[in-house]
Nanobody, 125 residues
Framework: QVQLVESGGGLVQPGGSLRLSCAAS????????YGWFRQAPGKEREGISC????????YYADSVKGRFTISRDNAKNTVYLQMNSLKPEDTAIYYC??????????????????WGQGTQVTVSS
């Protein structure tokens, strides 16, 4: 299994930016994709972006398209989520996930079986 650790969350004003990082360790050679999810208070967890580990193909939910960018650094086993033009409705706990071949949460074409502990993002003035 893969271990994932997120960092980079915090408090930011509306219109501001943050970059989240997710460091992976363990058996990373067999990963199919990384994904970012978020869960706001009282709401269900939603998938917001993912990136293929083979060809770096990306996908974004409509709610973040044009504002967020996912990327990866295979040499560092790290995936990033650059978040620009943040809005109060982006406030949530953000989770990094990996499709490592184990069963988990299905979203887009992937099955995310490994999860990080989450990092809080708060957008407020």
């Amino acid at each position: 299994q893969v271990q994932l650790v997120e960092s980079g969350g915090g408090l930011v004003q509306p219109g501001g930016s943050l970059r989240l990082s997710c460091a992976a360790s363990g058996f990373t050679l067999g990963l199919y994709a990384y994904g970012w999810f978020r869960q706001a208070p009282g709401k269900e967890r939603e998938g917001i972006s993912c990136i293929s580990n083979s060809d770096a193909r990306t996908y974004y939910a409509d709610s973040v398209k044009g504002r967020f960018t996912i990327s990866r650094d295979n040499a560092k086993n790290t995936v990033y989520l650059q978040m620009n033009s943040l809005k109060p409705e982006d406030t949530a706990i953000y989770y990094c996930a990996a499709d490592d071949g184990s069963h988990g949460t299905s979203w887009y074409y992937y099955d995310f079986g490994s999860w990080g502990q989450g990092t809080q993002v708060t957008v407020s003035s």
